[in-house]
C-alpha cells in the first residue's frame, strides 16, 4: 500500500511541473505589456523599465521560468503589484476561505445528490424519481451568475432571510455555497441513480434478497459502497473543480476568496498574484485527484495496490 502512496506521489511531480510550465506560459502571452498595464499610459518610459526589471520581464523566458521556479521552491510567489504585499500572504488570506465555501457547497451537493439518487434508483419511475431527475437537470443546465441573483432576490431581497453579499456570520455562507453546490448536486443525483440502477441488477443483490436479508441492508451495506465507485471520481473531480468554479459565485457574493481575488487581480494585470492564484489552484485540483485515486481501493476490495502498481 505504501509503494503504491509513494509511485502515485511520484507521478504527481511530472503533472505539477507542467501545470507550472503552462501556467507560466499562458500568463506570459497574454496580449499587451503588463509593465505599461501597471504603470498607465501615462507613465514615464524609466518606472515602465523599472517595473520590468522587478518583474523580470527584461530577461528571456527561460530566464523567467528558472527564476519562477527558484522562488517557488523558497516559498515565495513574488509581490502583488496592486497591493505591494507578499502573494503567498494573499493567498494564506483567502485560500482558506474558498475552501471553506467549496466543504460547505460539495457537503451540501454530496448529501442531496447521493439521497435524492438512491431514492431515485429504489423508486423507478415514480414521481419523486420523475421530479427529482428533472430537477437535478435543471440545476446542472442552470447558469452559476443566473442561480446566484435569483437566489439573492428571493432569499436575500424578497424574503429578507439571508444576506445578499459580503463574509461574517454563518448566515453569509449559505446563498454562496447552495449555488455553488446545485449543479453538483444535480451532477451526483444522475451518476448515483445511474449507478445503483446497474448495481441493483447483479448476481450479487439477488442473492442478498433470496438470502431473506432486509431492503434497507441490502441498499446501503451492499448496493450503495459498489455503487460509490463512479460517484466518487465524480465527487472528486467536482470538488477542483468547485474550487476553480468559485470564481464567479465569489465574485456575485462578494466573497473575498482566491476567486474574487483572480478576478480582482486580472482586471488590474497584476501579474504575480493571477499567476499563484492559478498555480495554487491547479496543484489542489491535482492533489485531490490523487486522494479520490486513493480511495477506490478503499470503497472496493477487488481494486487492489498490487494490482495496480504491476500495469
Given at each position: 500500500?505504501?509503494g ?16 507550472s510550465?503552462?501556467?507560466f ?5 497574454i ?5 505599461i ?5 501615462h ?10 526589471k522587478?518583474?523580470?520581464l ?8 528558472a527564476?519562477?521556479?527558484r ?5 515565495e ?7 505591494r504585499?507578499?502573494v ?6 483567502r485560500?482558506?476561505?474558498t ?9 451540501i451537493?454530496s ?9 431515485s ?7 419523486f424519481?420523475?421530479?427529482s ?6 440545476g446542472?443546465a442552470?447558469p ?6 435569483m437566489?439573492?432576490?428571493?432569499f436575500?431581497?424578497?424574503?429578507g432571510?439571508?444576506?445578499a ?11 454562496p455555497?447552495m ?8 451532477l451526483?443525483?444522475?451518476?448515483t441513480r ?6 441493483l441488477r ?11 436479508l432486509?431492503?434497507?441492508?441490502i ?9 460509490l ?30 476567486g ?15 499567476q ?13 485527484n490523487?486522494l479520490v485515486?486513493?480511495?477506490y ?10 494490482s495496480?502498481?504491476s500495469?
Open positions: 500500500m505504501y503504491y502512496i509513494v509511485r502515485r506521489l511520484l507521478l504527481t511531480v511530472p503533472v505539477i511541473v507542467g501545470v510550465i503552462l501556467i506560459l499562458i500568463i506570459r502571452l496580449p499587451g505589456d503588463p509593465a498595464a501597471i504603470a498607465g499610459v507613465a514615464s518610459a524609466e518606472y515602465i523599465e523599472q517595473i520590468r522587478d518583474l523580470h527584461d530577461q528571456s523566458l527561460p530566464v523567467q521560468y527564476i519562477f521556479v522562488n517557488l521552491a523558497r516559498g510567489l513574488g509581490d502583488s503589484t496592486m497591493s504585499r507578499p503567498s500572504v494573499e493567498l494564506r488570506e485560500f482558506p476561505r475552501v471553506e465555501l467549496t466543504l460547505l457547497a460539495m457537503l451537493a448529501v442531496v445528490g447521493i439521497s435524492a439518487g438512491i431514492i434508483a429504489t423508486r423507478r419511475y415514480s414521481i424519481d420523475n421530479v431527475m428533472l430537477v437535478a437537470l435543471f446542472v442552470a452559476v451568475f443566473w442561480l446566484a441573483l437566489l439573492q432576490l428571493l436575500a431581497v424578497h424574503l432571510w439571508l444576506p453579499t459580503g463574509r461574517g456570520t454563518f448566515r453569509h455562507l449559505i446563498l455555497s449555488t455553488l453546490g446545485m449543479a453538483t448536486a444535480g451526483i443525483a444522475r451518476i445511474s449507478s445503483m440502477l446497474d448495481v447483479q448476481d450479487f443483490i439477488t442473492t442478498a434478497r433470496a438470502k431473506g432486509a431492503e434497507k441492508v441498499i446501503y451495506k451492499h448496493a450503495l459502497k459498489n455503487a465507485i463512479p460517484v466518487v471520481t465524480i465527487m472528486g473531480l467536482q470538488f477542483g473543480i468547485l474550487l476553480g468554479g468559485a470564481v464567479l459565485t465569489e465574485t456575485v457574493f462578494a466573497w473575498p476568496g482566491v474574487r481575488l483572480l478576478v480582482d487581480s486580472i482586471l488590474a494585470r497584476d501579474y504575480p498574484v493571477v499563484g492564484a492559478v498555480l495554487v489552484l491547479a496543484v489542489s485540483f491535482v492533489l485531490i490523487l485515486d486513493l480511495i481501493a478503499f470503497l472496493d476490495p477487488r481494486i487492489s495496490y498490487h495496480r502498481e500495469e
